[in-house]
């Protein structure tokens, strides 16, 4: 919101803050648009500032699931994954069905392989973690052209990945794993063993799944965990990354990284610790800077990023709110279209 004076309204704007009379009565409420014969009332009360909402960027934000539906998937699987008791699995083979209502709301969107998604970091909340691991290895196996049957069992594995933190007695939410005692974190790591042991014996989830859930924090140098393994599925290579990325933006068992910092770390480890071919797919949907995000360019101007350029995912169309004189200012660039500008940081 910005101060501003009566004298100066044009009849468009929306009040920030409540207009209060001298006799401390709402004379306007917050939010009303003030019309020219509402501007004339309060000059005739000599009321010289108002406070009003300043224009928001026309941000265009594309995401994988729509916010409401991703709700009622993570309220799902929470319902589903807090009543699940070790060696109790009745009620987990819901979870089948929900990771192809999942895969089936992917697919019903237009051009759903063609896009650039603005994924943000949240809170570090287990279920919505696993909702959007199942949403973005599920864009990378359709983009690798896999099999039904595999992009399906890339999605159950996903929802059921971390079943095995239900039987940690150790804390692990909101923590950084590096303040872990030896023995604690040794606990931690068990996690996977944990949940493909309690669902090894069930013949209505597949091996590969279980697999996945096994191997999803292992990495290709060997250098991950529970078995250090080398030799790693194609599919298990798949939620490695897509996990990773995730655990980063989110906070689950690190501190939280902005996207560009976690893309970043992709792209470090690319080849060392994740599948070159799995790290570059992902990178191909996802927007290094969100829409919305604000960040400072080469020039040092500071901006709003509108949306995302197909095939450009750090490239995006940002709008100049500040030049490099730090001077209010309103300029639309494309950076795909600008090619000696480009962005240096996000700084919020």
């Known amino acids: 919101m910005k101060l501003c004076k009566v004298d100066d309204l044009t009849g468009k704007e929306i009040l920030a803050k409540d207009v209060i009379t001298s006799e401390y009565q709402i004379l306007l409420s917050a939010g009303t648009l003030l019309k020219q014969d509402y501007i004339q009332k309060l000059k005739e009360l000599e009321i010289r500032d108002v406070y009003i909402k300043e224009d928001e960027p026309d941000t265009k934000t594309v995401v994988i699931l729509r916010e409401e539906v991703e709700e009622s998937f993570k309220s799902k699987v929470k319902d589903i994954l807090e009543k699940h008791t070790y060696s109790h699995n009745e009620e987990l083979v819901e979870l089948c069905q929900t990771a192809d209502h999942i895969i089936t709301n992917i697919l019903e969107e237009d051009g759903v392989v063609e896009k650039i998604y603005d994924i943000k970091g949240r809170s570090s909340d287990i279920y919505e973690h696993s909702i959007s691991i199942c949403s973005l290895a599920t864009i990378v196996a359709l983009k690798m052209g896999l099999p039904q049957q595999t992009v399906h069992d890339i999605g159950v594995s996903c929802l059921l990945h971390d079943l095995g933190l239900r ?120 927007a290094v800077y969100p829409a919305g995000s604000i960040v400072r360019t080469n020039e040092g101007e500071v901006g709003v990023v509108l949306y995302q350029n197909k095939k450009f995912p750090d490239r995006p169309v940002i709008r100049i709110i500040k030049d490099k004189e730090g001077k209010k200012t309103d300029i639309v660039k494309d950076l795909v279209q600008i090619n000696n500008i480009f962005i240096e940081e996000a700084i919020e």
Request: net charge negative.
């Open 167 to 286: 039987y940690l007695t150790i804390e692990y939410e909101n923590q950084n794993l590096s303040e872990l005692s030896e023995a604690e974190y040794g606990e931690y790591k068990k996690h996977p063993v944990y949940g493909y042991s309690a669902l090894r014996s069930e013949n209505w989830i597949s091996n590969a799944s279980k697999n996945m859930i096994l191997y999803h924090h292992e990495r290709i140098d060997g250098s991950g965990y529970p078995l250090r393994a080398t030799e790693i599925p194609k599919e298990c290579r798949i939620i490695q990354v897509c996990d990773a990325f995730d655990e980063m933006i989110c906070g689950i068992g690190c501190e939280r990284a902005k996207v560009y910092e976690a893309v970043e770390y992709l792209k470090a480890y690319k080849d060392i610790k994740f599948d070159g071919e799995v790290v570059d797919i992902f990178l191909e949907f996802t």
